[in-house]
């Protein structure tokens, strides 16, 4: 989409958390412990289960595509945020503040779809457990992997274009932690009423419906446990399960608060910690959800570690 107007904002100024000089160190020491906690766990996943062929099934491949998605959105948000904490560089050049606008779209709305394809399979797989690989065959997995990654590219072609078109000549201060949508609208000399209707609406779709289904899927989990004969069958379906829920909760409840708010919903200072919710606490709380309540992923995790000892022992 071209441009309507030539823009006279050459960079943007991230303020971050500018309110608070005295906070800067720590909260840049807090911010790369998390960041490098979140890159080990999420690395760690993606590794058990390339190496375990045990794992190579839908429940851990779609989890190994979280936490590469998890990576990705940390490295696009992170690193930048943390120059802003431990410089006085607070500047960001209007091609990489869009650039940044559509990774966090791409990778943001690729997740949506994931967990709403995670809990489809966990659906199947506890609620129609006789007839679950043909129901999550290999072709059915592709489909539901390629779209969401397929859904999250267009999402953020989509959105960042029109963004991109609007014209910016005044103010380029974004009052905010990176270049989320919301806060770079604020900044467009132009009327995005249209775009906002749109957003809105998109949003609705996005993150309003899948979460709505996914809800409705656990509704229906939560029956087909109850009726299970076995304890251990119960106790190893509920802890699948809530793991997931929990992630689902925290993304999808964080995620629509930030995008579907009327501009002068939140206090600049609540809409930075509900983007810190779904874009630094979501990436580092998935692998140890997933990796401590899952009997399974431990073993794996424990069965490579042997393997590596007995190759080098001392």
């Not at 058990?48 to 990705?72: G, K, R, T």
């Amino acid at each position: 989409m071209k441009r309507q107007n030539q823009s006279s904002v050459a960079e943007f100024i991230l303020l971050g958390f500018s309110n608070f000089p005295e906070l800067q160190e720590q909260l840049f020491g807090v911010f790369l412990v998390v960041y490098l906690v979140t890159l080990l766990g999420n690395v760690i996943i993606i590794v058990i289960i390339s190496l375990e062929q045990s794992l190579h099934v839908p429940m851990y491949l779609f989890l190994q595509n979280l936490s590469v998605v998890d990576v990705s959105f940390s490295a696009v948000i992170m690193p930048e945020m943390l120059v802003v904490l431990s410089t006085e560089k607070t500047s960001i050049s209007f091609i990489s503040c869009f650039a940044q606008m559509y990774f966090i779209l791409f990778f943001g709305g690729t997740e949506c779809f994931l967990l709403g394809a995670m809990a489809y399979d966990r659906f199947a797989a506890i609620c129609h457990p006789l007839n679950y690989p043909m129901i999550m065959n290999k072709r059915v997995f592709m489909k539901l992997l390629i779209m969401s990654w397929a859904l999250g590219f267009m999402l953020g072609t989509v959105q960042t274009s029109w963004v991109f078109s609007f014209p910016f000549c005044g103010p380029n201060e974004i009052n905010h932690i990176s270049c989320e949508t919301p806060a770079v609208l604020e900044l467009a000399c132009a009327d995005t009423f249209l775009f906002e209707i749109y957003a809105f609406t998109g949003t609705i779709l996005i993150i309003i419906v899948p979460f709505v289904l996914i809800l409705l899927s656990y509704i229906r989990i939560l029956f087909a446990i109850l009726k299970m004969p076995s304890a251990t069958g119960r106790q190893k379906a509920f802890s699948t399960c809530a793991s997931h829920l929990t992630s689902v909760t925290l993304f999808y409840g964080t995620a629509s608060m930030t995008y579907l708010q009327p501009k002068s919903g939140y206090s600049p200072e609540t809409k930075k910690l509900m983007s810190l919710s779904y874009s630094l606490l979501t990436p580092l709380l998935n692998p140890l959800i997933y990796s401590l309540r899952n009997s399974e992923m431990k073993k794996a995790l424990m069965k490579l570690w042997r393997r590596k000892v007995d190759s080098h022992p001392f």
